[in-house]
């Protein structure tokens, strides 16, 4: 069966797709929805994004919008607006006139050091052309409104330089201001994501809803331990949970079967419910349903396998970590650690101080990837990490993952510790050390 994915994208990128949208329906069946500006991407998302198996974005303004009250409704992902060929725009210009002044294009490639100067090294010393400067940092925020003030004043900027007189070409990368700019009478290009790019990303995104359906057919296997000083206490304690958790799962239709011991109570059911339960493995399971008195007494392990003995195997290696640590932990059917949950839930700032705004102009990340790597080092007491483990921790695949630490290396935030081939084929296991320090300690 071929998964569903509805793709919102602007005007332009809607005309660009169709003619690549046969190739694409050869692995998956893709819906083309077309949204002029931020807000319409939200209706179309709100409309209809239960009816799809993931969502793609023209561009993460569109995504983080449509999204802002991270009220996914399916798993949601936005092409990389640094994709686009800019050479092949600028090689297209000299064609036309061997005489094109550089200097008199306006490119609103974003303020990040890292993008500015890759793309500066493309013109002439004398003949650069005009780019957002820092200055329109303060137009990202996360409210209601988000991007939708940076567009406009994006927008407004390449008005601004065509009416003075200033350029002569504006080259966006924002598909919502191009009918703007067209009805301004603003000759403009819209960079285009390459065809074997949307293909390779479609591509992609296939795979990881294949391997996720993969992974809800798994057994998972919740084991929780009582540590009341007797046998007959523990007993009536993990009874009574029993009871509660049972009648929630009939009442939610979750399919689990109980087996209770002396001091231990053993639920059986599958990856996707106990997925869904814990809200991707980083909240407390039941941790609302049982009272306190019989919380306080508990220790909870949590695992994952493709039999239920690896499951249970991993659900005790989860509970041996519990108990010394006093927290609940998973262990996935890659014998990976997941934890403490219900850590990853900490607020994040949503307006970032001086601070945050100054390490994420010179790593070329977002703020809020920057909170959350933090995060992870207070949570696992070390800043060295792999980006399997920091994927895990952030909810994200594990190549955005290796490529948000490669970023933040190459900028001069982290270094490789160690690289650990572990005798299997494949690629190594690379540690990275995360090399911020943030004033008075904290994250």
């Not at 004398?126 to 820092?134: E, F, G, R, S």
């Not at 960079?191 to 074997?196: A, G, I, Q, V, Y």
């Not at 609302?288 to 994952?304: A, K, N, Q, S």
């Amino acid at each position: 069966m071929k998964f569903k994915i509805a793709a919102i994208v602007s005007p332009t990128i809607w005309a660009f797709m169709h003619e690549i949208l046969p190739d694409l329906n050869s692995y998956c069946n893709i819906t083309l929805l077309e949204a002029a500006n931020n807000l319409r991407a939200r209706e179309l998302y709100q409309q209809y994004g239960q009816k799809f198996d993931a969502i793609v974005f023209s561009g993460h303004l569109y995504q983080m919008y449509a999204t802002q009250n991270h009220d996914e409704l399916a798993p949601c992902f936005s092409f990389d607006t640094m994709a686009a060929d800019l050479t092949s725009i600028l090689y297209r210009q000299l064609l036309e006139n061997r005489n094109f002044d550089f200097s008199r294009m306006s490119i609103d490639i974003l303020p990040f050091a890292d993008a500015q100067k890759s793309y500066i090294r493309l013109f002439p010393e004398q003949q650069k052309p005009y780019m957002l400067d820092k200055s329109f940092k303060q137009y990202f925020d996360l409210g209601s409104d988000y991007g939708s003030r940076l567009t406009q004043k994006v927008k407004e900027w390449h008005l601004s330089l065509h009416h003075s007189g200033k350029t002569d070409l504006a080259v966006t990368r924002f598909g919502g201001i191009v009918q703007d700019l067209e009805a301004a009478g603003v000759p403009y290009v819209y960079m285009l994501p390459s065809k074997e790019y949307i293909s390779n990303f479609i591509l992609q995104i296939v795979n990881i809803l294949t391997t996720k359906a993969a992974e809800e057919q798994l057994v998972a296997v919740a084991v929780i331990q009582c540590a009341a000083e007797d046998n007959e206490t523990s007993g009536h304690l993990l009874a009574k949970c029993n009871e509660i958790i049972a009648h929630h799962a009939r009442l939610n239709g979750y399919d689990f079967s109980f087996t209770q011991y002396q001091q231990k109570l053993e639920i059986v059911t599958r990856h996707k419910e106990l997925s869904e339960i814990t809200n991707g493995f980083s909240v407390i399971p039941f941790q609302d349903l049982v009272p306190y008195e019989i919380r306080e007494t508990m220790f909870m392990g949590l695992g994952t396998g493709r039999t239920q003995f690896q499951a249970r195997l991993n659900a005790s290696r989860a509970l041996d970590m519990a108990e010394a640590a006093d927290c609940v932990f998973y262990v996935s059917h890659q014998g990976r650690f997941a934890g403490p949950l219900g850590v990853q839930n900490a607020e994040y700032e949503s307006r970032p101080d001086e601070w945050l705004l100054e390490q994420s102009a010179k790593l070329g990340v977002d703020h809020l990837v920057l909170q959350k790597m933090l995060a992870y080092g207070k949570v696992a007491g070390s800043n060295i990490m792999t980006a399997h483990e920091l994927a895990e921790f952030m909810g994200v695949t594990r190549r955005s993952a290796s490529r948000i630490l490669n970023k933040v290396m190459n900028a001069g935030g982290a270094r490789i510790y160690a690289e650990n081939a572990g005798g299997k084929k494949g690629r190594p296991t690379i540690q990275y050390e995360l090399q911020l320090s943030p004033p008075h300690g904290e994250a």
